[in-house]
Each structure stands twice: as structure tokens, then as C-alpha cells.
């Protein structure tokens, strides 16, 4: 049998006027035994939260809560309603930022073992390149329909030739809705590399899913521009931007 203290995240259920109706253990710890959720909220999201936590907003809503230590915290609060019965759960955003972003480092940091394995293995240089090419266009996945591509190196006709198949299958497999490419560690774009790049983005979009990149430097723009890239996908300034939007 499923219940709040069987749930994944700290979690509560109340009524239509935001009385708590019952609470799992780890929502007690965190916020109290108070008999209202707005004694959780913050005073400035109070207004918020009466307004969107009701019975017409079957979904989730942000709101900054005060712990039982006086921390104020961002929480995503994701809502069913059944009848007259809510049920919340309670997901810290600071944690979803922070659990997103070591992803992303992580892969960087096995990029760079692969690197000195390359430097320490000469004769197995043909394996090692094709890793390297593979891991340089990496598919992460923020949710199960929106990917992160992180590109390495330069930006070349052999990048693109060596990994489009890969993607555009997983991004066909999975039924991905969105990819997100950041070219934040890109050096060199060449001319035939981002004509093959414009490609794929067309490609990508024939397969249903939109396309953002993020992390251009000045001296990518001539390039991207003289291929219009700009009418195929959207720009972000930062990753950090594209995360936050993510997980909001």
C-alpha cells in the first residue's frame, strides 16, 4: 500500500482551504505539525499560494517555504487533486540545480580521463579516438524527453558525421522533445562543420524535437549566422539559464 511515508519526497495532503490534512514524517521534520500550509509558506508567497493551490490548478507551482530551522528554500510542489483531497509533493529546487549540474560535470571529468588515456596509449589510438568523438557530443538527460548535448573540441564535418546517427536514433528511440546543445567548450568551427551541423538541427526537428543552444562565444557567431542556424533553433546566454528554465 502506497503511502506518504513511502513517497520519494517529503509530502502532504490537504484540503480545498489548505488545511494539512496529513503529512509524512519527513514534511513534519522539515516544516513542523502545523495545521495550515501556509504556515510552511513564506509571508511574501503566501498570495501566490492561495491563489494556485486550489482545485482549478491541478499541477505543480513554486513557492519559497520556511523550514523549521527559519531557512527559507525554493520547493516545487507538484499537486493531484481528488475530489476535495490535494496531494503534494514537495521537491527542492535547489537540489534539482545542484543534482543537474554534477551531471554535467561529471561527464566533463570523464572527458578528460579519456584524454590522458589517449596520451598513455598510443596503440590503441583509433579506439580511443572514436570514444572521444562520442563522449565529445554526449546525449545527457535532464527529464526523460529533454537531453543535453555538452559538444568538445572543434566543430568539424568529422564531429558531426561520427555521432549523427547516434543521435538522431536516440533522439527517435526515446522520444525526445527537446535537445539542448551547449557549445560553451567548442573551439574551431569550420565551414563544412557547421553546414553538416545545420543538417542535423534539421533533421532533429523533422524528428519532433526543438533545438536551443547555449554557451556561444563571439568569435562562433559568423559562422552560425552564415548558415542561418539562427532560423532553426532557439539561443540561451548560459547553461545555468537552461537549467534553470529546466527545473522550473
Known amino acids: 500500500m502506497i503511502t506518504l511515508d513511502t513517497m520519494p519526497l517529503p509530502a502532504f495532503k490537504m484540503s480545498q482551504d ?26 511574501e508567497s503566501r498570495g501566490k499560494a492561495q491563489k494556485f493551490m486550489t482545485k482549478q490548478y491541478d499541477e505543480k507551482v513554486e513557492l519559497n517555504l520556511v523550514t523549521t530551522d527559519g531557512i527559507i528554500s525554493s520547493y516545487i510542489l507538484h499537486i493531484k487533486w481528488d475530489g476535495e483531497e490535494g496531494t503534494v509533493l514537495m521537491q527542492q529546487q535547489d537540489q534539482m540545480m545542484m543534482k ?39 546525449v545527457i538527460h535532464l527529464t526523460p524527453h529533454v537531453v543535453l548535448i555538452p559538444m568538445f573540441g572543434d566543430l568539424n564535418i568529422e564531429l558531426i558525421l561520427a555521432n549523427k546517427d547516434r543521435i538522431l536514433k536516440q533522439l527517435y528511440d526515446e522520444q525526445i522533445d527537446e535537445m539542448i546543445i551547449d557549445l560553451q567548450s567548442v573551439g574551431k568551427i569550420t565551414e563544412d562543420g ?55
Open 100 to 138: 543537474l549540474m554534477q551531471s554535467v560535470n561529471e561527464h566533463r571529468r570523464r572527458l578528460e580521463e579519456s584524454d590522458m588515456e589517449l596520451i598513455l596509449k598510443k596503440n590503441e589510438l583509433e579506439v580511443s579516438l572514436t570514444r572521444i568523438q562520442e563522449l565529445s557530443t554526449a
Open 18 to 43: 489548505l488545511i494539512i490534512l496529513e503529512a509524512s514524517e519527513d514534511a513534519r521534520q522539515l516544516f513542523g505539525h502545523s495545521a495550515s500550509f501556509l504556515d510552511w509558506v513564506d509571508r
Open 194 to 248: 557547421v553546414e553538416e551541423f545545420s543538417l542535423l538541427l534539421k533533421n532533429c526537428s523533422l524528428l519532433g524535437a526543438t533545438c536551443t543552444i547555449t554557451g556561444i562565444k563571439p568569435e562562433h557567431v559568423p559562422q552560425l549566422h552564415q548558415k542561418d542556424i539562427a532560423g532553426k533553433v532557439m539561443f540561451i546566454n548560459s547553461l545555468k539559464d537552461t537549467l534553470t528554465r529546466i527545473v522550473s
